[in-house]
Nanobody, 115 residues
Framework: QVHLVESGGGLVQPGGSLRLSCAAS????????AGWHRQAPGKQRELVAF???????NYADSVKGRFTISRDNAKNTMHLQMNSLKPEDTAVYYC?????????WGQGTQVTVSS
């Protein structure tokens, strides 16, 4: 069982930055791919970015060049640095970890981009 907790969301003006964090319990975090998804009101949950256990990253086209995903396996943490935020980035952001026992999700953190 893995418990994921997101933090760092909030209200930011367009063009601003936020850094989301995801803390994982247990000792299995370092062995699996982790990622960030988001869900805006009335829309389906979508992949934002993921990072493999070895640090290989992949991004949705909508965030390439603006967001950076990273992880610290020694601290069981993952981060999403979000720059040049746009109103369309407004959503609840979830971290997840895909393991052989199943996919685990955090409770989400709200990001609102508005002037």
């Amino acid at each position: 069982q893995v418990h994921l907790v997101e933090s760092g969301g909030g209200l930011v003006q367009p063009g601003g930055s936020l850094r989301l964090s995801c803390a994982a319990s247990g000792s299995s975090f370092r062995f699996y791919t982790a990622g960030w998804h988001r869900q805006a009101p009335g829309k389906q949950r979508e992949l934002v970015a993921f990072i493999t256990k070895d640090g290989i990253t992949n991004y949705a086209d909508s965030v390439k060049g603006r967001f950076t995903i990273s992880r610290d396996n020694a601290k069981n943490t993952m981060h999403l640095q979000m720059n040049s935020l746009k109103p369309e980035d407004t959503a609840v952001y979830y971290c997840n970890l895909g393991t052989t026992a199943g996919t685990y999700w955090g409770q989400g953190t709200q990001v609102t981009v508005s002037s």
